[in-house]
C-alpha cells in the first residue's frame, strides 16, 4: 500500500504566500517554511547558550519545517482574514487541525507517533517555550519578506512591516532571543550579496 504523506508535503512549493499583495518576487510555502526552521534552530541556540535554556532546537526545526503544512489543504489564509475576529480566527484554527489530522492520516501507523509529536503541542513547559519560538520565526520571516520588498521598490509591503516590526517587538521581554536576533543578523537582510560576503 502506498502512502501519500510525503508527496502532499512536497505539493508546498506550489502555494504561494502574500496572494493579497502584490510581490516583485513570489514566496511559495516551501521555502518560507525552511527559513522558518533555520530562525528557529538559531533561537534555540541563543536561548541554549546566552540564556540557560535547554531547548531541543532540532525539534525547533523540524515543527519550523511542519509548520504551515496544513495549507497544503486549506491554502494560505491572508493574515488580515485569518486574525479578522476571534470567531473567525478561533475557527481557522479549528480547521487547520482537521487539517493536520488528514496529513497525518496519509502515513504509516507505526511512523505517525514520531510525525504527531512535530504536528501536535504537548504540556512541556519547554515545548511550550519552543513552539512560541517557531511562531516568532515565523513573524521573523515575514519581516525579512517585507523588507526584501521594500529594497525592491515595493511600498505594498510598507504597512505589512510596520505591523510585523511591531508585533515582533512585542515579544521582546517574553522571548529575549528575538531581540538578540533581530539586533545581531536582521539588519544584514538589507544588503547586496557584495556586502554580505
Partial sequence: MGYNFFAL???????????????TRAENLCEHSMEVAMIA?????IGNVRYGK?????????????????????GDMPTPVKYFNPELKQAYKAVEAIADEKLLEKLPEDLRPAYEEIFRSSEDEDEKYIRKLVKAA???SALIKCIGEMNAGNNEFRTAKESTGKSIRSL???LP???DFVDEFLSSYGNTLDELT
Avoid: P
Fill in 172 to 174: 521582546y521581554h517574553e
Fill in 9 to 23: 508535503i512536497s505539493r508546498m512549493k506550489y502555494i504561494d504566500r502574500w496572494a493579497l499583495m502584490r510581490n
Fill in 138 to 140: 515565523d513573524k521573523l
Fill in 41 to 45: 534552530h538559531a533561537l534555540c541556540v
Fill in 177 to 179: 532571543e528575538v531581540l
Fill in 54 to 74: 535547554h531547548l531541543d532546537a532540532n525539534k525547533a526545526a523540524l515543527i519550523g519545517l511542519y509548520h504551515d503544512a496544513s495549507e497544503i489543504i486549506t
